[in-house]
């Protein structure tokens, strides 16, 4: 391309008859870039390869190659979403966690990498496949924790419980886009307030935020996520009280609940633990040194008398 096809700032000039993918990528870069996206580069192919309909891969293995007007058009309105700081998965409209390829909306939290680590946490001290039978989920947003589990134990049912609607009617789309759904249930409720039982595996991820604090968290969390998935009253930790009022009439001899912690509520999270009469299993830390997931599980004396009781 000429010089005099190329902007200023080095790019050629997306036309209404459109123009290459590298003069596309390198512009959106730039807008990018000036919206203080931390991954510019890397958000301008994601977004492109989306308009196209096509993968990263693809799309760098040819940078000479047009982009058609219609594709651009879709760009276009992607990037200017994307510079206004609404979420790159909400735009593309899925997201990964695990395994598993998930759909996103604004009714729940986007999964993070760091909710992997109770993934994580799970198959350290249940390695063995055959010994989780049935997994609940509290909070389920997504489905992500309980979809992974599912798929890491394959003998294993599940339950997933949100107060959303919405959220709840997402997690089963994305129990039925990775082919768990003959093996997974969704409820809508408070916690585990109408659920009966025991279960193997409990996880939950809940809202953890100081209500105080949200406000000043990124825009991507703080516009475009709902407050209810991050709000966890004036010190964070109301969700975790809920919870843990009801996991010793949930955990089976011998389960496990992992919950996923906020940054510096391990202390906190754990004494209100004991308080309920949990005992500590495990704490993991993410990848960042975070202490991240929290495991508990019964007192072992209450663990023999139920083994014990006909």
């Not at 249940?126 to 947003?141: E, F, H, K, M, N």
């Not at 890491?152 to 419980?161: D, F, M, N, R, S």
């Not at 809508?188 to 953890?208: E, I, R």
């Not at 930790?237 to 001899?253: E, N, T």
Request: net charge negative; aromatic share 4%; glycine share 10%.
């Amino acid at each position: 391309m000429s010089r005099e096809g190329r902007s200023p700032g080095g790019c050629g000039r997306p036309t209404p008859e459109g123009t290459t993918i590298g003069a596309w990528l390198c512009q959106a870069g730039q807008v990018l870039r000036a919206a203080a996206i931390e991954n510019p580069r890397m958000e301008a192919r994601e977004l492109l390869a989306h308009a196209m309909g096509t993968t990263t891969d693809a799309l760098l293995r040819d940078p000479r190659a047009p982009v058609a007007p219609e594709a651009g058009a879709r760009f276009t309105a992607a990037l200017k979403r994307r510079a206004a700081r609404e979420p790159l998965q909400l735009i593309l409209g899925t997201a990964g966690f695990w395994t598993l390829t998930l759909e996103v909306s604004r009714d729940t939290l986007i999964p993070r990498p760091d909710t992997e680590t109770l993934i994580e946490a799970a198959l350290e001290l249940r390695p063995d496949r055959a010994s989780v039978r049935r997994i609940l989920d509290l909070g389920t947003g997504t489905g992500a924790l309980l979809l992974a589990a599912l798929a890491e134990y394959p003998g294993a049912t599940g339950l997933g419980v949100d107060r959303v609607p919405g959220a709840v009617a997402l997690a089963a789309r994305n129990a039925a886009r990775n082919g768990l759904a003959e093996r997974v249930s969704f409820a809508v409720g408070h916690w585990a307030d109408a659920v009966g039982g025991s279960f193997d595996l409990v996880l939950s991820n809940p809202p953890y935020i100081e209500s105080a604090a949200i406000p000043a968290l990124m825009p991507e969390v703080a516009v475009h996520e709902p407050a209810s998935a991050l709000d966890g009253g004036a010190d964070g930790l109301a969700a975790y009280r809920a919870i843990l009022a009801g996991l010793p009439r949930l955990l089976a001899p011998g389960g496990l609940a992992v919950l996923e912690l906020g940054e510096g509520q391990a202390p906190a999270v754990t004494a209100l633990a004991a308080e309920a009469g949990l005992r500590v299993r495990g704490l993991r830390d993410d990848l960042a040194g975070i202490p991240r997931a929290l495991t508990l599980a019964l007192p072992e004396k209450a663990v023999g008398a139920t083994a014990e009781s006909p």
